[in-house]
């Protein structure tokens, strides 16, 4: 149980396009959901914290609009970035979690822009 | 603002070792504190998770410590394969509602044949 998707897996896009990224909890109610970044041979680092229905609240130093999460339902949160450039490359990650239950995680989105 | 800290950043044993991964907090006002595995270019895989009133967890060949007065954790892999090869990451949740999981940079561990 307690399973988390994340699409797509691997995307490569060319610099000035938005890319958008699903995660959605197949078998349980996300009531929060949080976006990680990870660069290579770095940690995990928050980007983003949101409830469903609320606005995501962004840790110090995320630009709100260049990275844009939508949670509107309490199995989908979305992330997109706006106007991609090659320093957005990462490996974005989701996590979701029901109330006061461990966070369960996605299997990452390797961007790269070119 | 809490922070994670393991050590040591990378480590080669050969195969059959006992080995100990270290990880420290800063504020020992957790919630909980779990330990994930990570093989390159992949996502998290969840090994042991210990509540904060909890000493331990085992699982397998694995087994976790906690001294939340102290701030540390230690997860403890007996007799290493090499399968365990991987990096290791600890990640903490502060006792505030609403907090997301802290990780530290990670260990990464080569187990030789």
């Known amino acids: 149980g307690a399973v988390v998707s994340q699409h797509p897996s691997w995307v490569i896009c060319k610099s000035g396009t938005s890319v958008k990224i699903e995660c959605r909890s197949l078998?349980?109610?996300?009531?929060?959901m949080f976006w990680y970044r990870q660069f290579p041979k770095q940690s995990l680092m928050l980007m983003a914290t949101s409830n469903e229905g609320s606005k995501a609240t962004y840790e110090q130093g995320v630009e709100k609009d260049k990275f844009l999460i939508n949670h509107a339902s309490l199995t989908l949160s979305t992330l997109t970035v706006t106007s991609a450039h090659p320093e957005d490359s990462s490996f974005y990650i989701c996590s979701a979690r029901r109330g006061n239950q461990p966070q369960h995680f996605g299997d990452g989105t390797r961007l790269s822009i070119l | 603002k809490q922070e994670v800290t393991q050590i040591p950043a990378a480590l080669s044993v050969p195969e059959g070792e006992n080995l100990v991964l270290n990880c420290s907090f800063t504020d020992s006002a957790i919630y909980n504190l779990q330990w994930f595995r990570q093989d390159p270019g992949k996502g998290l895989t969840s090994l042991l998770l210990?509540?904060?009133?909890?000493r331990e967890q085992t699982s397998g060949r694995l087994n976790a410590s906690l001294d939340k007065s102290s701030g540390r954790s230690t997860l403890y892999i007996a007799a290493s394969q090499p399968g365990d090869s991987a990096t290791y990451l600890c990640?903490?949740?502060?006792?505030?509602?609403?907090?997301?999981?802290?990780f530290g940079k990670g260990t990464t561990l080569s187990v030789s044949s």
């Open positions: 990640a903490v949740r502060d006792n505030q509602a609403g907090t997301a999981l802290i």
């Open positions: 210990i509540q904060s009133s909890q």
């Open positions: 078998d349980f109610q996300a009531t929060t």
